[in-house]
């Protein structure tokens, strides 16, 4: 059989085990390969013709989708060509530094935002919760200490229905204490958010604009929660661990930026301390 055949017969199989959000991304796979690709025998796929597959894709798509589509190739091959061995060349990732929103920024958003539907959503983002985290919070989920029990995320599945699944990780899964002002907020107002994560995006982008402030997405705001914890000497394993953080990438990238913000200021210092002598 096509290789197109192996592709729907692997997302079947795994249709009950990887989430909604995976099957629907995985569906859409296929499609963006080249049709010889597709319609290529899998007895006659070789290690040769899926990095001429790759070569192909890397001429039209972003190294960070090449990987991803290579992945899925991968996945399909090891269960219908087992013994089929890949060496893959892949694009290399460009190496970018994480932005990181500036607080004044953040608290212009919020006084905006007081008194709207989106005040709590973009507060417990600067708790590290990710969007999908928090549209599926429920008040159930906050408990008498003030803690926030991570549990579930919401995902669109295969037909683009919104549903509430366990988070892809199991780091993810994780417990957050939050003031007890913003824990009152939300008992006071009975739930903690009712819309889906795209309007909480287009209020901050909306905001955003309005105040004329740069751009960035609400899941940056994670970025500035672990960016504050690491000021305040918290160790890289804590923040990972309150962020729901897989691997410890991400949070030793931001780590890096800000001991880099910090070495630009140091020697700003210095500098204008040496050009007093000569003042």
């Not at 290789?3 to 796979?29: G, Q």
């Not at 219908?80 to 290399?92: D, G, I």
């Not at 008040?139 to 295969?158: G, P």
Request: proline residues 5%.
């Amino acid at each position: 059989s096509s290789f197109a055949a192996a592709a729907e017969k692997y997302i079947s199989l795994k249709a009950n085990i990887l989430s909604p959000r995976t099957v629907r991304e995985y569906k859409l796979y296929p499609a963006r390969l080249p049709d010889w690709f597709r319609r290529m025998p899998v007895s006659q796929i070789t290690a040769d013709s899926v990095q001429q597959c790759v070569n192909e894709l890397s001429s039209t798509c972003s190294p960070k989708t090449v990987r991803s589509l290579h992945g899925f190739i991968s996945a399909v091959l090891k269960r219908a060509r087992p013994h089929l061995a890949l060496n893959t060349t892949l694009p290399k990732l460009p190496k970018s530094e994480p932005y990181i929103p500036k607080k004044e920024d953040l608290q212009a958003i919020l006084a905006v935002a007081e008194g709207t539907q989106y005040s709590i959503p973009l507060k417990l983002a600067c708790y590290g919760l990710r969007r999908g985290e928090i549209c599926a919070l429920e008040l159930s989920d906050l408990d008498a200490q003030d803690m926030i029990h991570i549990t579930k995320d919401l995902v669109q599945d295969e037909k683009g229905n919104w549903v509430k699944k366990p988070p892809k990780t199991p780091g993810s899964v994780r417990n957050v204490l939050i003031s007890h002002e913003l824990a009152e907020e939300i008992r006071k107002q009975g739930y903690v958010f009712k819309g889906f994560p795209g309007t909480i995006s287009t209020f901050l982008a909306r905001t955003q604009k309005k105040l004329g402030l740069e751009h960035f997405s609400i899941h940056k705001l994670r970025h500035l929660f672990a960016s504050i914890l690491l000021d305040k000497g918290y160790d890289l394993k804590t923040i990972q661990e309150l962020g729901g953080w897989m691997g410890s990438e991400t949070v030793s990238n931001i780590y890096l930026h800000s001991l880099k913000l910090k070495d630009e200021e140091k020697r700003k210092k210095i500098s204008s301390d040496i050009s007093s002598f000569f003042d």
